[in-house]
């Protein structure tokens, strides 16, 4: 790295100004990582930017502009704030941006509304029409999943001609495949996209409009959030349909695990949890267990503790659950469950708790408070996955010295080792099936070794507790992909042509979900 960058990182959500899922505690703290991995005129200009969404603080009015939305002219306000970034003794701050108009963004909700792809297009011309505004021109646009995919497309077809635009690079994360972004191609117009990019080796999926594919096609770089995914949605299994793209964009594809912030993630200065303490004082995460037992109602008993902390849908593997619950309840332990999502696994959860009372707890909620309180408090936390991009649970449950359970996909194989099968570096228990007996083994090899080898328990806990999974790790690799994508960007490689994908009979479409 022979120079500091000037970037610009597009989120439709970041921490802590809008939050619904894992890429917002993503957006908010790469940001920070990029700035501090350097000091002085060494350190990287990173910037963030996202909507302004009903409850996100105002910020500073900077500039506005008027927008074409098809026979609509829309404006967009931007307002500036920032946030705090440290690492070590050194501390800086990293400006934030909001994208503001009243008539897309002033609503309750982030996603799942009807006019999305009018509100993510307007999102992302905005962004690309601040930037005069602001004085301010990236080396590289690093945008996250689907709603700021088309910022690629109209920096490659709408901007080329245009002197400051020119040069400009774009990294492109895929956070989870399964939310694309898919519209009525009668959204065309509105977007300002031509009627000739909607075609397979444009944005054209299905006969649909599918964000996440314009992303995938014009970014000069792509990737997502662990080596394991970067390979999985290469394959039908995993690839939702744009496997076919994502294999002839093989070379610029990559993976890197995401990290957490250690700041926020600190069990020896959390003020959210019950009781301090660090990898030297692991004993006392028994009164972390005891103080969680209390506050959700369950027997204040010395025995194994096992916690999940999940949205509740299919991805996360719960519907392993109900063939190992009878063993469960009649095991010695306790379970703990935290989340919200499909009516079917609260409902099931929650039955679950009320005919055992003094072995299950479950809350459906989104609770952070109380999330940190069962990662510091559990012994053990499940994530029995059927894909995860990464995952960060896992990452915190270690940081907090809880040792995981989980299925050996995506970021859950490239951070979790068996310890079975190599006790010396194993840092949780790993099963490969998507069988509840796989599932059921790998807790009950975990529940083993907790009752019968203590001290080789405490030795794990110890030991998940010094690994590094922070942000400063990831933030270097980032730097590296951005280097890739510049000298792509430099030697202006054409992606084109692109081939057509699969016919439509020869894979299923996906869900039209949102993240």
């Known amino acids: ?28 703290s ?13 350190a990287h200009d990173v910037r963030l930017v996202l909507p302004k969404y009903q409850g996100v603080p105002d910020g500073d009015y900077i500039a506005d502009f008027p927008v074409s939305m098809g026979s609509n002219i829309q404006t967009a306000i931007i307002r500036a704030s920032q946030m705090d970034a440290k690492y070590g003794n050194y501390t800086t701050s990293v400006p934030v941006y909001f994208i503001d108009n009243y008539h897309y963004f002033d609503r309750p909700g982030i996603y799942a509304h009807t006019d999305d792809a009018e509100r993510f297009g307007f999102f992302c011309q905005a962004v690309l029409g601040m930037l005069p505004h602001l004085g301010f021109k990236p080396d590289l646009i690093h945008c996250n999943d689907w709603q700021s995919g088309l910022i690629p497309l109209y920096l490659r077809n709408k901007y080329n001609q245009n002197p400051f635009f020119q040069g400009i690079s774009t990294v492109f994360t895929i956070h989870n495949l399964q939310y694309q972004g898919l519209f009525s191609p009668a959204v065309l117009p509105q977007l300002d996209i ?17 964000f996440m594919k314009a992303g995938i096609v014009y970014a000069d770089v792509i990737n997502t959030v662990s080596q394991t995914y970067a390979r999985e949605i290469l394959t039908p299994e995993f690839g939702v349909g744009l496997e076919g793209l994502l294999r002839q964009r093989k070379a610029d594809l990559f993976g890197i695990v995401n990290g957490i912030n250690y700041h926020e993630f600190n069990p020896e200065t959390d003020p959210r949890i019950y009781v301090n303490y660090n990898h030297l004082s692991p004993e ?12 959700v109602g369950l027997p204040i008993r010395d025995l194994p503790v096992l916690g999940l902390v999940s949205r509740l849908v299919s991805q996360k593997g719960l ?36 005919r055992y009372p ?12 109380l999330a940190q309180r069962i990662y ?22 270690m940081r907090y010295g809880t040792i995981p359970v989980v299925r050996s996909t995506g970021g859950l194989a490239d951070t979790v080792y068996d310890y079975t099968t190599n006790p010396l570096y194993g840092n949780g228990f790993v099963f490969r099936e998507l069988q509840p007996a796989a599932f059921l ?20 806990v110890t030991r998940v507790m010094l690994q590094d999974f922070s942000w400063a790790k990831s933030g270097a690799s980032y730097v590296e992909l951005y280097q890739k994508a510049l000298a792509k960007k430099a030697r202006s490689i054409s992606h084109y042509p692109v081939e057509p994908l699969m016919e439509p009979s020869a894979a299923p479409a996906p869900e039209n979900a949102y993240s």
């Not at 989340?339 to 039955?351: C, I, P, T």
């Not at 996955?385 to 915190?396: N, T």
């Not at 083994?441 to 794990?460: F, G, N, S």
Request: charged share 25%; hydrophobic share 45%.
């Open 194 to 210: 031509p009627t000739s990019l909607f075609t397979p080796k444009g944005i054209e999926f299905y006969g649909q409009v599918n």
């Open 441 to 460: 083994d790998a807790i009950r090899r975990a529940l083993r070794v907790y009752r019968e080898k203590p001290q080789a328990w405490r030795e794990l």
């Open 319 to 354: 519907d392993l659950f109900p063939a190992i619950f009878d063993w469960l309840t009649k095991e010695d332990v306790q379970l703990v469950f935290l989340g919200e999502g499909d009516r079917y696994y609260e409902n099931l959860l929650q039955e679950l708790a009320q």
């Open 1 to 28: 790295m022979d120079r500091n960058l000037k970037i610009l990182i597009v989120a439709p959500e970041a921490n802590p100004f809008a939050k619904v899922g894992g890429l917002a505690d993503v957006a908010g």
């Open 376 to 397: 510091a408090g559990v012994d053990i936390f499940l994530m029995p996955s059927a894909f995860e991009p990464c995952g960060l649970g896992q990452l915190i449950s």
């Open 284 to 295: 006392l995460k028994k009164e972390n267990k005891r103080a969680l037992q209390n506050e």
């Open 358 to 369: 003094d072995k299950v707890s479950t809350t459906i909620a989104f609770n952070a408070v």
């Open 30 to 42: 790469l940001p920070k990582a990029l700035a501090t991995l350097s000091e002085g005129e060494l």
